[in-house]
C-alpha cells in the first residue's frame, strides 16, 4: 500500500489562480489553525509594482518592489531578504504540532533566503501537513523539492483550476 504523500504542492504558470486556491483552501481549513502565508502583488494603476506577504494571522510586508534597492533582483523587483527573513521568524513554524502549514510560495525571490530554504526542508521534513504553491520551473531546489517521495504535486490549468480545491481538501481531511 502506498503511504499517504503529506506535502502537497500546487505549481502553474503565474496567474493562473494559485494564490486564489491558496486562500480558498486556508479558509476551507481555518478550524485547524493553519500557520503559514501567502503572496499578493501589489499593483499601481494596474501595472504590478512589487509583492507583499501576507501571515495567516493578517501581518503584512513588503517583500519585493521595484523601487526596493537591493544587491537581491528578480527581473525588475528588488528583494527585501533581510525583512522576508524576519517575517518568517514572527510567524511559530516550530511550535504548531498537528497545524497545516501554507506557504505561498517556493519561488526564485524566496529562495534567494537561505533561511527561508533550510525551513522548507525543516518543515517538509516535520509531521506537519505542508500545502505549498511551488515555481512552475524545475531549477535547483524548487525541483529537488518537488522530486521528494513524500510529494503530492498537482499542476494547475485552466482545465482543473476549478476542481483541485475539492481534490486537495480530500488529501488534508483523510490525514486528520
Known amino acids: 500500500m502506498e ?4 506535502n502537497i504542492l500546487i505549481s502553474g504558470l ?4 494559485k494564490t486564489t486556491l491558496i486562500k480558498k483552501l486556508c479558509l476551507e481549513i481555518q478550524d485547524r489553525h493553519p500557520i503559514g502565508f501567502y503572496t499578493e ?5 494596474g501595472q504590478r509594482k512589487g509583492f507583499q506577504l501576507i501571515s495567516l494571522n493578517g501581518d503584512r510586508s513588503i517583500f519585493a518592489h ?5 544587491t537581491f533582483r528578480v527581473g525588475k523587483y528588488g ?6 527573513d524576519e517575517f518568517l521568524d514572527s510567524i511559530d513554524f516550530q511550535n504548531n504540532q498537528g497545524s497545516p502549514i501554507v506557504i505561498d510560495e ?6 534567494l533566503s537561505s533561511k527561508f530554504v533550510k525551513m522548507i526542508w525543516e518543515i517538509m521534513d516535520s509531521d506537519n501537513k505542508v500545502i505549498a504553491t511551488i515555481s512552475h520551473t524545475d531549477g535547483g531546489i524548487k525541483g ?3 522530486e521528494r517521495e513524500d510529494v503530492e504535486l498537482f499542476k494547475m490549468n485552466l482545465d482543473n483550476r476549478e476542481s483541485l480545491l475539492a481534490e486537495i481538501l480530500e488529501i488534508v481531511n483523510a490525514s486528520n
Do not use: N, Q, W
Open 3 to 6: 503511504t499517504a504523500k503529506k
Open 14 to 17: 503565474p496567474g493562473i489562480g
Open 41 to 45: 502583488e501589489i499593483r499601481l494603476e
Open 66 to 70: 521595484v523601487l526596493i534597492e537591493s
Open 79 to 84: 528583494v527585501d531578504i533581510k525583512t522576508f
Open 106 to 111: 517556493i519561488g526564485k525571490m524566496e529562495c
Open 144 to 146: 529537488k523539492i518537488k
